[in-house]
Every structure is written in C-alpha cells, then in structure tokens.
Nanobody, 120 residues
Framework: QVQFVESGGGLVQPGGSLRLSCAASGSITSIYPMAWYRQAPGKQRELVASITSGGVTKHLDSVKGRFTISKDNAKNTVYLQMNSLKPEDTAVYYC??????????????WGQGTQVTVSS
C-alpha cells in the first residue's frame, strides 16, 4: 500500500514562502508521475502541479511563476516550493500520484495533508 506523508505547511504572511515536502513509501517517485493537490474549505480538491517520472513539470495557471514542483528520487520525496504566497493559496496540501484518467478522489492512499494558511 502506497503511503504519503506531507510536511512543511504553516502560517505565513502574504508574499511569504514555504517549502512543502512529501515522503512516499517505496520507490514510486521514479515510476509514477507525481503531483501536489490542494483543498480549500468548501471547495473540491484541485491539482496544483505535476511532475512526470522524467521530470517534466506542469503548474496550475494561478500558481505559475510562484510555485515549483520538484522531486528527489533517491529520497522518494516530492517538493513544492511556494513563493509570493497569496491568501487564496490557503488550503490543505496533499501529494499523490498523477493519473489523469482517474478522478482525483479515487486515487486512494491520501495522506493527512499539510495546512497552509496565508494571512496577515
């Protein structure tokens, strides 16, 4: 059973930065495309950024130029560097595999997530 443990969230002022980490069980980061997702209160979980097994990245339009997804296959860890944070980035952030033909909530193996709160 694949497991993910997210960390690095917290309370930050607008314009601040955070670096999220996701430790995955097994060597899946070198096999599967991986992604960061987020869910704000009252909203659906959305894809924020993805990275293929070969390292090609995509980012949600609203975070382009501010967020960067990366990974370290040797550590089975995926990262999300978040700069210039805005209040609308407030959400619980999760990582998981990225399988486009599978509905997000059907992916399974969701971790606890890490809370990011952007507020002055």
């Amino acid at each position: 059973q694949v497991q993910f443990v997210e960390s690095g969230g917290g309370l930050v002022q607008p314009g601040g930065s955070l670096r999220l980490s996701c430790a995955a069980s097994g060597s899946i980061t070198s096999i599967y495309p991986m992604a960061w997702y987020r869910q704000a209160p009252g909203k659906q979980r959305e894809l924020v950024a993805s990275i293929t097994s070969g390292g090609v990245t995509k980012h949600l339009d609203s975070v382009k130029g501010r967020f960067t997804i990366s990974k370290d296959n040797a550590k089975n860890t995926v990262y999300l560097q978040m700069n210039s944070l805005k209040p609308e980035d407030t959400a619980v952030y999760y990582c998981n595999r990225h399988i486009p033909w599978v509905p997000t909530m059907d992916l399974g193996s969701w971790g606890q997530g890490t809370q990011v709160t952007v507020s002055s």
